[in-house]
């Protein structure tokens, strides 16, 4: 043997303990120091700690042979443990006596259970190598599988290209259409939406600035602080009856060689003299050098002139340019 009583006892704990026997320990303790040796040197190892192999303890060459992967490497190595687990002959059973003690029934127990591990080891080795034939197989057809769907699925990609595509029905489009609008709609909502909220913190942030406005104009002396600018005048609000205009047939004719931007402008200030009365600003009101002729602003260089009715209707009598005043006045005197 290569190991020490140590050893032999802690196998033979394991051994009592029923525990699994690593195959490390058993090379420790069972195989041949010198076929440990071979083995490490058959497979190229090189033992740790700076050993040789010729002078490699058994301690460092079993863990390295037991940690091999190849089937016919292990099994070697464990066929390293055959002659501890042979019977001995008796001319060494005569030897043994002199120089070792008599055999003890757990080491007994510990090579019978070395040489069903042994038994198992290689059931094992050859269960695994079917296993890996099988995987080898299934792997094959695995490969055969695909390749035959990625035929399938080309040939049925083709026959799909060259099959004319149905035309879409109508209210498939109409569908599309109206999808789209919804889109549009919830699209616009939401700007509408963010429109608001933007206005709401303008607003917001014009009453922080008017209310800073009136602190530091608080704060200015009386003499320094700007007058108060005077209040827009009132939008006039409408009068209870509207008041209604009868068209001379003068006024037609002066239409005739007005363009129709000015045409506009004159029927737009009409309606806004019957609809909001002479009070209102833009149309400049008032009566013509003490006739019973009076004027409304059509634009910049346009009157209207007109005679007012006891009921409050007007007559409208002619559209002219405020510079032709003059001899329109006179026209109208001589009638």
């Known amino acids: 043997m290569s190991a020490g009583p140590v050893r032999i006892d802690?196998?033979?704990e394991l051994a009592i303990a029923g525990?699994?026997?690593?195959?490390?320990?058993?090379?420790?303790?069972?195989?041949?120091?010198?076929?440990?040796r071979r083995l490490a040197r058959e497979f190229g190892l090189t033992p740790k700690g700076g050993f040789r192999i010729d002078k490699a303890p058994a301690h460092v060459l079993a863990p390295m042979l037991a940690a091999l992967k190849d089937a016919r490497q292990l099994e070697a190595v464990v066929r390293a443990l055959g002659p501890a687990v042979a019977e001995p002959t008796p001319a060494s059973r005569t030897a043994g006596k002199k120089e070792e003690p008599a055999?003890?029934?757990?080491?007994?127990?510990?090579?019978?259970r070395a040489g069903k591990l042994a038994e198992e080891l290689a059931?094992?080795?050859?269960?695994?190598?079917?296993?890996?034939?099988?995987?080898?197989?299934l792997r094959q057809r695995l490969e055969d599988a695909e390749g035959a769907?990625?035929?399938l699925r080309s040939q049925l990609s083709e026959r799909k290209a060259d099959k004319p595509q149905p035309a879409k029905p109508v209210r498939d489009d109409l569908s599309a259409r109206v999808r789209e609008l919804e889109q549009d709609l919830e699209a616009r909502d939401a700007a509408d939406e963010a429109l608001r909220k933007q206005m709401a913190a303008d607003r917001r942030r014009i009453r922080e600035l008017e209310i800073a406005k009136a602190e530091l104009e608080a704060l200015l002396p009386r003499g320094k602080r700007k007058p108060k600018a005077e209040p827009a005048p009132a939008t006039p609000v409408p009068e209870k009856r509207i008041r209604l205009p009868f068209f001379r047939p003068s006024f037609y004719k002066?239409?005739?060689?007005m363009d129709q931007r000015s045409v506009a402008q004159t029927f737009e200030a009409v309606w806004t003299y019957c609809t909001y009365g002479p009070s209102y600003p833009a149309l400049q009101v008032k009566a013509i050098g003490g006739q019973e002729t009076w004027s409304m602003r059509a634009a910049l260089a346009l009157r209207v002139y007109f005679t007012p009715r006891e009921d409050g209707d007007?007559?409208?009598?002619?559209?002219?340019?405020?510079?032709?005043q003059p001899t329109m006045l006179r026209r109208l005197k001589d009638r």
């Open 10 to 12: 802690k196998l033979v």
């Open 314 to 324: 007007i007559d409208v009598i002619e559209v002219a340019n405020r510079e032709d």
């Open 254 to 257: 002066s239409l005739a060689a």
């Open 149 to 151: 769907i990625a035929r």
């Open 123 to 137: 059931k094992a080795q050859a269960a695994g190598d079917r296993q890996r034939t099988r995987e080898s197989a």
């Open 103 to 112: 055999p003890d029934p757990a080491l007994a127990e510990l090579t019978a």
């Open 19 to 36: 525990k699994e026997l690593p195959l490390a320990l058993l090379l420790e303790v069972l195989a041949p120091l010198k076929e440990l």
